[in-house]
């Protein structure tokens, strides 16, 4: 795919941070990397791919659990090395059930559950993850 803009992939060993937002409730589901691969896939098929730094490929964000994220809007930073996707997603983007990562907050010297659970788990990934 061409584009008239260039993603600074270089600047991050070749892979940069993605931040995915829900499109209609503007709530963060998660943080995640991409790299060149991953972002013209993403681009090409308006499905979210990602690069996993533990296994070290690109993988369709959903591709176990069937929770894919379909890509309505790609916002680019500044210095053109980081990506914002808005996404319509089908269930949670939590691989522990939640609909966002960021289901825990911090209150004092704790860390609190502030989410619930979209599903369970144990029955979509059986203990795998």
């Given at each position: 795919m061409?584009?008239?803009?260039?993603?600074?992939?270089?600047?991050?060993?070749?892979?940069?941070?993605?931040?995915i937002?829900?499109w209609?409730?503007?709530e963060?589901?998660?943080q995640?990397?991409?790299?060149?691969?991953?972002?013209?896939?993403?681009?090409?098929?308006?499905r979210?791919y990602?690069?996993s730094?533990?296994?070290?490929?690109?993988?369709?964000k959903?591709?176990?659990?069937?929770?894919?994220?379909?890509?309505?809007?790609?916002?680019?930073?500044?210095?053109?090395?980081?990506?914002?996707?808005?996404?319509?997603?089908?269930?949670?983007?939590?691989?522990?059930?939640?609909?966002?990562?960021?289901?825990?907050?911090?209150?004092g010297?704790?860390?609190?559950?502030?989410?619930?659970?979209?599903?369970?788990?144990?029955?979509v990934?059986?203990?795998?993850?």
């Open positions: 061409n584009f008239d803009f260039e993603i600074d992939f270089k600047k991050g060993n070749g892979i940069i941070p993605v931040i937002q829900d209609k409730t503007n963060v589901l998660m995640a990397y991409l790299n060149k691969e991953a972002f013209e896939k993403t681009m090409q098929e308006k979210f990602y690069f730094r533990s296994q070290n490929r690109v993988k369709l959903g591709e176990v659990s069937g929770n894919v994220q379909l890509v309505k809007e790609v916002f680019v930073d500044c210095d053109n090395d980081c990506v914002l996707l808005k996404v319509e997603p089908k269930v949670g983007a939590c691989h522990k059930g939640y609909k966002s990562c960021f289901y825990r907050k911090i209150e010297d704790k860390l609190v559950i502030a989410g619930k659970k979209v599903f369970d788990p144990e029955k990934y059986g203990g795998k993850k």
